[in-house]
């Protein structure tokens, strides 16, 4: 990825625009990365796979809603999913 400080971005701006429009730039403020440019189509394809996501059914936040709004759930029936189980030991206290 080709990295331009804000000042040649803000002098050049076409042309790293330009480049932005093929693959990833960088663009840097005061030594520190400040932003990313990406293609267009890029992003597009990232917004789909976040939509996609969200929708699975096996995601993750679609399983927490389903616990947080659904009907009652046993702890002994969670610790059939592995997921689940691995929660569940991470966050529960024994005893």
Do not use: C
Not at 63 to 79: I, M, N, V
Not at 85 to 90: D, G, H, S
């Amino acid at each position: 990825m080709r990295s331009f400080t804000a000042s040649y971005f803000k002098t050049h701006f076409g042309s790293v625009l330009d480049r932005a429009g093929v693959e990833p730039v960088r663009v840097e403020r005061r030594g520190r990365d400040a932003t990313i440019l990406i293609p267009e189509s890029e992003y597009r394809a990232m917004r789909n796979r976040m939509r996609s996501t969200e929708t699975d059914p096996d995601s993750a936040m679609e399983r927490l809603r389903d616990l947080a709004f659904g009907p009652e759930t046993s702890l002994e029936s969670l610790e059939t999913d592995p997921r689940s189980a691995a929660i569940l030991r991470k966050h529960v206290r024994a005893g």
